[in-house]
């Protein structure tokens, strides 16, 4: 399976993925979310990878993790991450990316790593972001609003290169519209007001998202105070 991009989309065994984690020891979980956990694994050919399984099964789990790999398989952006593919055995697909080293931007901005994040990375940091967003608006076929843009959805590899990640609430934007009405998803701290207020949506709700993310990296201020 390929997609237009012309990078290979992998059918991975259960077993396979079972063996890559240890049969999905806790000690390799990088995170947890609402639409499933994510661990770190490795394949027989020595490639680490990050591989996202769902816990509970419904119906709108299935439709976003299927809209995730739809989404995914379609774009190829340097600084959203890469699907490498899935493994078809369960009744909910598990979702295997590139496997990114340094976490996500969340933890390293507001934890004691910090300082080693100069203000020159921080400005590089955003910048790529805003790429990878503006490609999602204005390049991509339909248009993709992420829906949940936060800095715990920015991975960074080893050189501090942002990686867009999470695309489980992201919808197709409809070509000849600007705004159009979907049940109010995101984040509490990083959604728009008025996309909350109204259920209309557009891809100035993710520039809103990224303003209060660039605030985070300015200010290293979590966007809501405990």
Not at 77 to 84: A, S
Request: hydrophobic share 40%; aromatic share 8%.
């Amino acid at each position: 399976m390929k997609s237009e991009q012309g990078f290979t989309f992998t059918i991975f065994k259960e077993e396979e993925l079972k063996e890559a984690t240890n049969n999905y020891d806790a000690k390799n979980i990088l995170g947890e979310g609402g639409n499933g956990t994510v661990y770190k694994g490795t394949l027989k050919n020595n490639k680490d990878v990050a591989i996202k399984r769902c816990k509970t099964i419904d119906e709108r789990q299935k439709k976003e993790f299927g809209k995730e790999i739809l989404i995914l398989s379609e774009i190829s952006h340097k600084n959203i991450v890469k699907i490498l593919g899935c493994c078809l055995e369960v009744e909910i697909p598990i979702l295997v990316y590139q496997f990114i080293p340094k976490g996500n931007l969340f933890d390293l901005i507001h934890s004691c790593r910090a300082p080693c994040i100069s203000s020159s990375i921080r400005l590089r940091i955003a910048q790529e972001v805003a790429e990878a967003l503006a490609y999602l608006h204005s390049w991509a076929s339909p248009p993709i609003v992420h829906r949940d843009v936060k800095s715990s959805n920015i991975l960074l590899d080893e050189n501090f290169v942002a990686k867009i990640s999470d695309f489980g609430a992201s919808v197709l934007a409809p070509m000849d519209e600007d705004q159009f009405m979907t049940v109010v998803q995101g984040t509490r701290g990083y959604l728009d007001p008025e996309y909350m207020l109204t259920g209309l949506l557009t891809a100035k709700s993710d520039v809103y998202s990224f303003g209060v993310v660039l605030l985070e990296l300015i200010t290293r201020k979590k966007s809501i105070v405990p």
